[in-house]
């Protein structure tokens, strides 16, 4: 297959409503597929992802972000003011023709902008749509705005994230965001099938909240055991040691993961520890039992090495490990240049950067993305005269009432 082969969602067309993460990643991942993507702003209320660093070195402030760069690949943009009774009139048309419709705004927006699912559906019978927000369309907590890492804290993961006798510190970032959309992608995909075989659309509600207490099933079932969960840090109850241990070298680390006494022996060998501690610590139950003082023990060793050089020694002998690595070490990093992983492309404001390709490869299929992200209002003129038959005169009207761009 080659790029110019048509890719399986090629003439599906998707309603792009949501922002920062986990929705855009969603709709990135139809339109790297073949999907038409059209993401609706408006310049008083554009995607947020627009407005965050990282930067590039252009004047331009929502067309300047890194961050909304790297989730918004692919898609056509159009700015439509949906508080405006015309603006609303562009979204019908835009259902009308198209496939799904994702939105990301909390609870209740779209009910007061007149934009149900039924009001959605008795447009195009055949559209897909879904909602993703924090904690749902109903219950007592619909209504709350939040990002993901306020899923993460009401699922229970701040609480078993950080070191021992220490505050809660939470994942990285926006945790569930980075876990739900491939629900929410599922969902979408699922719903589609069954377009197929009924030729009827469907309505979806995802939750944050949902998938990630979802992902914390081994938690759950513990705590029904009478089991407590408590944060320490790197540490598991399976394996020991089991830290990144600081190398040679300013903020140098190696991951180290040992899980069987064969393990424990070649990762004393390696290191050299005195023979006497190895045998001492041959057992996990001994290892467990001393863990804080066998960490700094290894630290003791580990600080002489070159971490990528421990880490090539260890895995070679079948030893789990890995160095560490900062985020201007990916780009040299041979797996993810082999895998295909980075996707060059060129946007007026940014020139030449790099965006993630999909996270996984179907045999003989090139997917996208192969176009940058759209430049705000980039396609409104276009989109509104070559699909929706618009006329000059009343995309200019439009414009004027500030129901377009």
Same mark, same amino acid.
């Given at each position: 297959?080659?790029?110019?082969?048509?890719?399986?969602?090629?003439?599906?067309?998707? /309603?792009?409503?949501?922002?920062?993460?986990?929705?855009?990643?969603?709709?990135?991942?139809?339109?790297?597929?073949?999907?038409?993507?059209?993401?609706?702003?408006?310049?008083?209320?554009?995607?947020?992802?627009?407005?965050?660093?990282?930067?590039?070195?252009?004047?331009?402030?929502?067309?300047?972000?890194?961050?909304?760069?790297?989730?918004?690949?692919?898609?056509?943009?159009?700015?439509?003011?949906?508080?405006?009774?015309?603006?609303?009139?562009?979204?019908?048309?835009?259902?009308?023709?198209?496939?799904?419709?994702?939105?990301?705004?909390?609870?209740?927006?779209?009910?007061?902008?007149?934009?149900?699912?039924?009001?959605?559906?008795?447009?195009?019978?055949?559209?897909?749509?879904?909602?993703?927000?924090?904690?749902?369309?109903?219950?007592?907590?619909?209504?709350?705005?939040?990002?993901?890492?306020?899923?993460?804290?009401?699922?229970?993961?701040?609480?078993?994230?950080?070191?021992a006798n220490a505050p809660p510190v939470g994942p990285y970032s926006a945790?569930?965001?980075?876990?739900?959309?491939?629900?929410?992608?599922?969902?979408?995909?699922?719903?589609?099938?069954?377009?197929?075989?009924?030729?009827?659309?469907?309505? /979806?509600?995802?939750?944050?909240?949902?998938?990630?207490?979802?992902?914390?099933?081994?938690?759950?079932?513990?705590?029904?055991?009478?089991?407590?969960?408590?944060?320490?840090g790197n540490h598991e109850e399976h394996v020991c040691p089991n830290n990144?241990?600081?190398?040679?070298?300013?903020?140098?680390?190696?991951?180290?993961?040992?899980?069987?006494?064969?393990?424990?022996?070649?990762?004393?060998?390696?290191?050299?520890?005195?023979?006497?501690?190895?045998?001492?610590?041959?057992?996990?139950?001994?290892?467990?039992?001393?863990?804080?003082?066998?960490?700094?023990?290894?630290?003791?060793?580990?600080?002489?090495?070159?971490?990528?050089?421990?880490?090539?020694?260890?895995?070679?002998?079948?030893?789990?490990?890995?160095?560490?690595?900062?985020?201007?070490?990916?780009?040299?990093?041979?797996?993810?240049?082999?895998?295909?992983? *980075?996707?060059?492309?060129?946007?007026?404001?940014?020139?030449?950067?790099?965006?993630?390709?999909?996270?996984?490869? /179907?045999?003989?299929?090139?997917?996208?993305?192969?176009?940058? *992200?759209?430049? *705000?209002?980039?396609?409104?003129?276009?989109?509104?005269?070559?699909?929706?038959?618009y006329d000059a005169t009343h995309i200019s009207t439009l414009r004027a009432?500030?129901?377009?761009?």
């Amino acid at each position: 297959m080659t790029v110019d082969d048509e890719l399986p969602l090629e003439g599906m067309r998707v /309603i792009d409503l949501t922002s920062t993460i986990a929705g855009p990643t969603v709709t990135r991942h139809l339109a790297d597929f073949g999907a038409e993507v059209i993401k609706i702003e408006t310049a008083k209320r554009p995607d947020i992802a627009r407005l965050a660093p990282p930067y590039a070195p252009t004047k331009d402030p929502l067309n300047r972000s890194g961050y909304f760069a790297a989730y918004n690949a692919g898609k056509r943009s159009m700015a439509v003011d949906l508080s405006l009774a015309e603006g609303r009139a562009i979204l019908r048309d835009l259902v009308m023709v198209s496939d799904v419709l994702v939105e990301a705004f909390r609870p209740g927006v779209m009910a007061r902008l007149g934009l149900t699912y039924d009001v959605i559906h008795n447009w195009n019978p055949r559209i897909v749509m879904a909602s993703h927000s924090l904690q749902g369309q109903t219950g007592p907590r619909a209504t709350l705005r939040g990002f993901g890492h306020l899923s993460s804290a009401a699922t229970g993961w701040f609480d078993i994230t950080g070191e021992a006798n220490a505050p809660p510190v939470g994942p990285y970032s926006a945790y569930t965001d980075f876990m739900s959309w491939p629900v929410l992608l599922s969902a979408i995909m699922l719903a589609l099938e069954v377009r197929d075989d009924t030729g009827e659309g469907s309505y /979806i509600d995802h939750a944050h909240v949902d998938t990630s207490a979802y992902l914390a099933a081994p938690e759950l079932l513990a705590v029904q055991w009478g089991i407590k969960i408590e944060r320490d840090g790197n540490h598991e109850e399976h394996v020991c040691p089991n830290n990144a241990y600081r190398c040679r070298g300013p903020d140098a680390w190696c991951a180290i993961t040992v899980e069987t006494e064969r393990d424990w022996t070649v990762l004393g060998v390696v290191l050299g520890l005195a023979p006497d501690n190895v045998s001492r610590y041959k057992s996990l139950a001994a290892r467990k039992a001393d863990e804080q003082a066998l960490d700094k023990e290894i630290e003791a060793y580990t600080c002489a090495w070159n971490a990528a050089e421990l880490a090539d020694a260890l895995s070679a002998q079948g030893v789990a490990a890995s160095k560490v690595y900062l985020a201007e070490d990916l780009f040299a990093e041979v797996q993810l240049s082999m895998s295909g992983a *980075f996707r060059q492309l060129k946007h007026d404001d940014h020139g030449n950067h790099a965006v993630l390709s999909p996270s996984f490869q /179907i045999d003989g299929m090139i997917s996208g993305p192969n176009r940058p *992200f759209p430049s *705000f209002d980039a396609d409104s003129d276009v989109l509104c005269q070559d699909l929706l038959g618009y006329d000059a005169t009343h995309i200019s009207t439009l414009r004027a009432k500030g129901a377009l761009g």
